[in-house]
Structure formats: C-alpha cells, structure tokens
C-alpha cells in the first residue's frame, strides 16, 4: 500500500494535512462534550445551581455536536476526493502499463487477471483509502487524547478499560491471521470467474452450436462456488468482530460502574458527587477510546483485501516490459520498405523448443513474400518478429537494414500495416475502423478512407448499408460478416500507407473471386508497398514474387510456384492436397 502513495501529488498532500486539522478539531469538539456532561451533573447535584448555568452548558454540547458533525462532513469530502484521485491515477498508470507489455507480459498475467486487477483491486484501495483518511488519523489522536483526559480519574478504571483493549486486539490479531490467506485465494478466484465468464461470452456460437451449456454451467458452478465459499469464510470470521466489539463495549461500560458503584460505596460523603460526576465522564471518555479502536478494526478488516489488492496492481507496475524503445532516428534513412531476417531462431518464454530455427531471408521494396507450411510450422510467429511482438530470441530482425530493436516502437509500427489472423473491428462507424489509430503520415482524408475500401473489396458492402461510412459498428463487428471484417481490417492497413504491409492468413474467410480481384488491386495500387503475407491458400501465394516454405520452423524451400512445385516436396505435397495436377500446370 505504501508503495501506492507516490501517486499522490503536493496538491493532495496539502489536502492531507488539511484533513489532519479538521479531524483535530473534531476530536476536541467530540471530547469537550463529557467536560460539559460533568458539568451538568454537578450543577444538577449541587443545591442553588442556577438552570441557566444548565442550559448554557447543554447549548455548548450542542454546538460542540454540530461542530463535530461539520468537520466529519469536510473530512469525508476530502477523504472522497483523494481515494477517487488515487484510483484515478492507479488506472490510468496500469492501463499505460498494460498498453506498454509485450505479449510474453500480457500471456503472464493473462487478461481477465489484468481485468480484474485494472477493476476490483484498485476499488479495494479506492475504498481502504477512504476510510484510511479518516480513521488512521483520526483513532490514535482520539484514543490518546482519551487517555490523558482520563489518566488521574481513577486506576481502577483505567486497568478494565486497558484489559478490554487488549482483549479487542487480541481477537483481531486471531481472525487476521485466519482472513489473510483467505483474501489472496479470493483475489485469485475473482480472476478465474471473470476467465470462465469471459470464455463462454466470447465462445457463446460454439457453446450453442455443441450443445455444451450445461457443460459451461457445471465450469462456472464450480468456480462461483468457490469463490462464494471463500467469501463465506471471510464474512463470518468478520462477522464475528462486531459482536465481540459490541460485548467488549458493553462489558467495559458495565464494569466502570460495578468498579464506581464500590467507589462511590466506599467514599466519604463529600467524594460521593465527585466520584459519580468523574464516573459518568470516565464512561464517555472510555467509549471513546473503545470507539478509536474499533474504527481501527472497521480500517483492518479492509486492509488485508486491499493490501493483497495493492500487491497485485503492483506486480503489474514494476513488471518491466522485455521489449523496449530503441533510439534510432528512422527519418535519416533513405531504404523503404526493405526487411531481413538474419539467422533468426525464436522459442517462447518458458518454452523447452524452438518455434523458429535459423531463419534467414530477404525481401526488397514492392516485393510481395509469401509464407506457406503446415500447422505449427512457425509461419505466424515468423511475422510476429516483423512488429516486434515479440523479439527475437536468437539472430536479428533487420526493417530497412536497422535492428527492429533499435527503432522507437511507435515509428516501427508507423512503418507497418498490419491485418491479424482473426480480423479486430472495434465499435464506432465504418470510418472510425479505417481511419484508426496515430500515424506519422498527416491527417487521414474522406477520400483516402475510401479508397483503401476499394482496394480492399470493402465498398460494395460499405455502400450498401444505411448510413455507408458513417454507419455503426458493433463491438467486435458482430453486425458484420468473417468476411467484411477480414475487407475491413484489411482496408484499415492499406490506409495506413505504410512501407511494409502484414497479412497473417488474412484472406481465408474471403471467396476465391474476391480473394484474386482484392491481390489484383493490391499489387496495382501499392506496387511501392512491400507485401508479406502468410496463407493456408495456394491460390492466394500463387503470384508471390517469393515463397518461403517453412516446415517445423526451417526454411525448406524459397522461390517462385513454379521452381516449388519442381524443388521443394513440402510445397508440392501441399499444392496437390488443394489443386490438381492440371490446375497446377495452368497456374
């Protein structure tokens, strides 16, 4: 938790000390009610006492209580004004966090981790420090103040309120030690309802089209009922608190006056007004104290969850990211689009094999390279390295003769346009998924939107719906077709007009016509555009200038369709499990 505070800045230390004095003057308006108690009872005890001496001292309680009542109010405020701050703060610090993790960070922590962890944990905190503002301030100086209020009124009493104390962190200590580790595992099972929730959310088709409900409801049963007997358990070791903190009160209150009754027994007649008036005083300022210790204990029930809580976000905070900015100025350098692979191997973090071994070729401005291999050959991986999602393990990856690790990685993806193997559409409109994103390339006009949905085969569907390019978006596209959101993506790429374009098997869900005419307008309308692309298709590489056969993370082969089909028997086999021997030949 403490780590936590850096994020409060001047502003709210400055509005921290101001709390301090508000909570100040509110435990002395709060202590300066019994004085004018015990001045009541002498006065009502006191023979020729006058009632405006009484009333006068019954108006100052009375304004002392709303005095109280006002500090409690601006405390709260500012209370409520730093714990929404600092949440603000936490957010935005793990969202940047997040947004700067490469995907070995991101595949760690998992994502309905850091779901939960950008949600539940930093509203833990919010929470514990709002009352922390309040009650960590404001208990000791209370139950210290209390004390040397009630020093010299008798050791008596002193010693049932000390053991009843005492007897209050003795069954706190108890029930932390229990709730703790119970707070961590729920923690983690908050995560783990939110993976299977988000699971069958996005997986609903297939969950339906398989029958498989009850299979998903047996999956979530078990992990709600985990978690749900989880925070049983902690309810009810906190449940047990405020009764033992109710018993321990009233017990205290009882033996002050089982204690006075034989004071008061046993003293002299005239001690007998001063030992009840000092009576009736000890019990309020008692109550006090017990009270400064049991808003200490509202604060520790709290604080485990948000301290496993605050633990967690910063296990995201001081997670440093494997893949950092270089220094390079890519504006000096005259080679476009141009990319290299030198001797590159690739295993996954954690991971016993490689994906990638050895890997070397080059691809020159305006080429289009295609990648081909069976399942698990390291096709996706390959172009995964072009991005820098993840880097290199062994060798180095070159985009225009420079380390991809030397460039900024804002202006190596400004070089990139990108079309991932499952198409990403956001909500918003039709133009808003084109035109999305930062680029260094000026602003994006109406014109250029639409021209990259014409080469991308996106305009005839665009044009057909209501609103065209202003019409919405669901989110991730559930309104549109595998096959519009594969035009779409594609045409938000094209728009980018990068040097290097990325296709990672970003035709599959189109036809055969529509895949040949959207190549077609590829390689007219961005001859200067370098063009990787990997594909399960021959007739999608078919035309490639290079075809890079990967089989089991080796380079098997390379050249154009007609030197692979004679040379490499990877490729071949692969073209005669999709095409004929005629189709072939006339390809």
Request: with cysteine.
């Given at each position: 938790?403490?780590?936590?505070?850096?994020?409060?800045?001047?502003?709210?230390?400055?509005?921290?000390?101001?709390?301090?004095?508000?909570?100040?003057?509110?435990?002395?308006?709060?202590?300066?009610?019994?004085?004018?108690?015990?001045?009541?009872?002498?006065?009502?005890?006191?023979?020729?006492?006058?009632?405006?001496?009484?009333?006068?001292?019954?108006?100052?309680?009375?304004?002392?209580?709303?005095?109280?009542?006002?500090?409690?109010?601006?405390?709260?405020?500012?209370?409520?004004?730093?714990?929404?701050?600092?949440?603000?703060?936490?957010?935005?610090?793990?969202?940047?966090?997040?947004?700067?993790?490469?995907?070995?960070?991101?595949?760690?922590?998992?994502?309905?981790?850091?779901?939960?962890?950008?949600?539940?944990?930093?509203?833990?905190?919010?929470?514990?420090?709002?009352?922390?503002?309040?009650?960590?301030?404001?208990?000791?100086?209370?139950?210290?103040?209390?004390?040397?209020?009630?020093?010299?009124?008798?050791?008596?009493?002193?010693?049932?309120?000390?053991?009843?104390?005492?007897?209050?962190?003795?069954?706190?200590?108890?029930?932390?030690?229990?709730?703790?580790?119970?707070?961590?595992?729920?923690?983690?099972?908050?995560?783990?309802?939110?993976?299977?929730?988000?699971?069958?959310?996005?997986?609903?088709?297939?969950?339906?089209?398989?029958?498989?409900?009850?299979?998903?409801?047996?999956?979530?049963?078990?992990?709600?009922?985990?978690?749900?007997?989880?925070?049983?358990?902690?309810?009810?070791?906190?449940?047990?608190?405020?009764?033992?903190?109710?018993?321990?009160?009233?017990?205290?209150?009882?033996?002050?006056?089982w204690i006075g009754a034989f004071l008061i027994d046993s003293a002299s007649?005239?001690?007998?007004?001063?030992?009840?008036?000092?009576?009736?005083?000890?019990?309020?300022?008692?109550?006090?104290?017990?009270?400064?210790?049991?808003?200490?204990?509202?604060?520790?029930?709290?604080?485990?969850?948000?301290?496993?809580?605050?633990?967690?976000?910063?296990?995201?905070?001081?997670?440093?990211?494997?893949?950092?900015?270089?220094?390079?100025?890519?504006?000096?350098?005259?080679?476009?689009?141009?990319?290299?692979?030198?001797?590159?191997?690739?295993?996954?973090?954690?991971?016993?094999?490689?994906?990638?071994?050895?890997?070397?070729?080059?691809?020159?401005?305006?080429?289009?390279?295609?990648?081909?291999?069976?399942?698990?050959?390291?096709?996706?991986?390959?172009?995964?390295?072009?991005?820098?999602?993840?880097?290199?393990?062994?060798?180095?990856?070159?985009?225009?003769?420079?380390?991809?690790?030397?460039?900024?990685?804002?202006?190596?993806?400004?070089?990139?346009?990108?079309?991932?193997?499952?198409?990403?559409?956001?909500?918003?409109?039709?133009?808003?998924?084109?035109?999305?994103?930062?680029?260094?390339?000026?602003?994006?006009?109406?014109?250029?939107?639409?021209?990259?949905?014409?080469?991308?085969?996106?305009?005839?569907?665009?044009?057909?719906?209501?609103?065209?390019?202003?019409?919405?978006?669901?989110?991730?596209?559930?309104?549109?077709?595998?096959?519009?959101?594969?035009?779409?993506?594609?045409?938000?790429?094209?728009?980018?007009?990068?040097?290097?374009?990325?296709?990672?098997?970003?035709?599959?869900?189109?036809?055969?016509?529509?895949?040949?005419?959207?190549?077609?307008?590829?390689?007219?309308?961005?001859?200067?555009?370098?063009?990787?692309?990997?594909?399960?298709?021959?007739?999608?590489?078919?035309?490639?200038?290079?075809?890079?056969?990967?089989?089991?993370?080796?380079?098997?082969?390379?050249?154009?369709?007609?030197?692979?089909?004679?040379?490499?028997?990877?490729?071949?086999?692969?073209a005669l499990s999709q095409l004929s021997k005629e189709e072939l030949e006339?390809?």
């Amino acid at each position: 938790m403490i780590k936590l505070l850096k994020y409060l800045k001047t502003k709210e230390w400055l509005l921290v000390a101001l709390c301090a004095v508000f909570i100040f003057a509110q435990v002395w308006l709060d202590l300066k009610i019994p004085d004018y108690m015990q001045e009541i009872t002498v006065l009502v005890q006191t023979e020729g006492s006058l009632m405006a001496d009484v009333w006068h001292a019954g108006l100052m309680m009375m304004l002392c209580a709303l005095g109280s009542l006002v500090t409690a109010i601006v405390v709260c405020f500012i209370g409520a004004k730093i714990s929404a701050t600092i949440s603000f703060r936490l957010k935005k610090a793990v969202y940047d966090k997040v947004e700067s993790f490469s995907m070995e960070e991101i595949n760690k922590f998992s994502t309905s981790s850091l779901i939960t962890r950008s949600t539940n944990d930093i509203t833990q905190v919010q929470l514990f420090t709002f009352l922390a503002m309040q009650v960590l301030i404001k208990a000791p100086i209370l139950a210290i103040w209390a004390v040397f209020k009630i020093a010299d009124k008798g050791w008596e009493w002193s010693l049932a309120t000390i053991s009843a104390v005492c007897l209050l962190v003795i069954i706190l200590v108890i029930v932390m030690a229990f709730a703790i580790p119970k707070f961590k595992k729920m923690q983690r099972l908050t995560d783990n309802i939110n993976k299977v929730t988000r699971e069958n959310l996005t997986g609903v088709r297939v969950v339906r089209a398989f029958n498989a409900e009850s299979y998903q409801e047996q999956k979530f049963e078990k992990a709600n009922e985990e978690l749900t007997n989880t925070q049983l358990f902690t309810g009810k070791l906190m449940a047990v608190l405020l009764p033992a903190m109710t018993l321990i009160m009233d017990g205290l209150m009882l033996a002050i006056y089982w204690i006075g009754a034989f004071l008061i027994d046993s003293a002299s007649q005239i001690d007998k007004l001063t030992i009840f008036a000092d009576m009736i005083v000890y019990t309020s300022y008692a109550m006090q104290i017990v009270m400064a210790f049991m808003m200490l204990i509202m604060v520790f029930m709290i604080m485990p969850r948000a301290s496993v809580s605050a633990n967690r976000i910063n296990e995201v905070l001081n997670t440093k990211p494997n893949i950092v900015d270089g220094t390079y100025d890519s504006s000096n350098n005259d080679i476009r689009g141009e990319i290299e692979f030198k001797n590159v191997s690739f295993k996954y973090p954690d991971a016993d094999e490689y994906i990638l071994e050895n890997v070397s070729f080059k691809v020159e401005k305006g080429e289009t390279v295609a990648f081909i291999g069976s399942t698990v050959s390291g096709k996706s991986t390959l172009i995964n390295l072009i991005p820098r999602f993840y880097d290199a393990t062994d060798g180095v990856v070159l985009i225009d003769g420079v380390n991809v690790k030397d460039y900024n990685q804002k202006d190596l993806h400004n070089k990139i346009g990108y079309v991932a193997q499952k198409a990403v559409i956001f909500s918003g409109s039709i133009s808003s998924n084109i035109n999305f994103g930062e680029n260094d390339k000026g602003e994006m006009t109406a014109q250029d939107i639409e021209k990259s949905a014409n080469i991308a085969q996106a305009s005839s569907f665009i044009e057909s719906m209501p609103g065209k390019y202003d019409s919405n978006i669901a989110q991730s596209g559930t309104n549109l077709s595998g096959g519009q959101k594969q035009r779409l993506a594609i045409a938000r790429a094209i728009a980018r007009n990068p040097e290097i374009l990325v296709f990672d098997d970003s035709f599959s869900a189109l036809d055969y016509k529509t895949d040949k005419v959207l190549r077609e307008e590829l390689n007219r309308q961005t001859k200067d555009i370098t063009k990787v692309i990997v594909a399960q298709r021959i007739g999608t590489i078919i035309d490639a200038d290079k075809i890079v056969v990967l089989d089991s993370g080796k380079i098997v082969g390379v050249g154009k369709h007609s030197e692979l089909i004679e040379k490499c028997e990877v490729y071949k086999e692969i073209a005669l499990s999709q095409l004929s021997k005629e189709e072939l030949e006339n390809a």
